[in-house]
């Protein structure tokens, strides 16, 4: 094993209560939860520690901060590992360009630089942060749904 999390207070998502034991990880993946008895080559003493999986926040407003932090501060350190910007009011897509200042002085109520972010997302089918260069992210990304909630398609084209 290459990492090794040892006597943590288990809340693995199931809604079973938490448990104490340990966590084994190998090649980035967890290959055994429960006991694990290989000694890791990192080993990990979580005794009175929570050990859980990530979090799924569906609602951010990091659509603009995402341009210069990868990591979503602080969403990561909350223990928040996948974001799916562009799922409210203040999202970068669908953004017509004539629209584009006046969304900017939104953000800047949240996050100054907003300015300089560049006009990416016309449509939704656009808004994809993996092609944006120069940004290194260590926080999951999903992208919002092109559907409304009776299952139609959104608009894809707001230009």
Known sequence: MDIVIRNGSIVDGSGRPA????????????????HVSAQGATEIDA??????????????????QLLW???AKPAIEHGVTTIVPGNCSLSLAPLKAADRMKLVGMFNQIEAGAQDAPLLNPSFPSYN??????????????????????GGEVNPDAS
């Open 47 to 64: 005794t009175g520690k929570t050990v859980s999986p990530g979090f799924i926040d569906p609602h951010t407003h990091f659509d603009a």
């Open 19 to 34: 448990y104490i034991g340990d966590i084994g990880i190998s090649a980035g993946r967890i290959h055994q939860v429960g």
């Open 129 to 150: 942060f993996d092609v944006m260069d120069g940004v290194s992210y260590q926080i999951n990304l999903s992208q919002p749904s092109k559907f409304d909630k009776d």
């Open 69 to 71: 932090d990868g990591a």
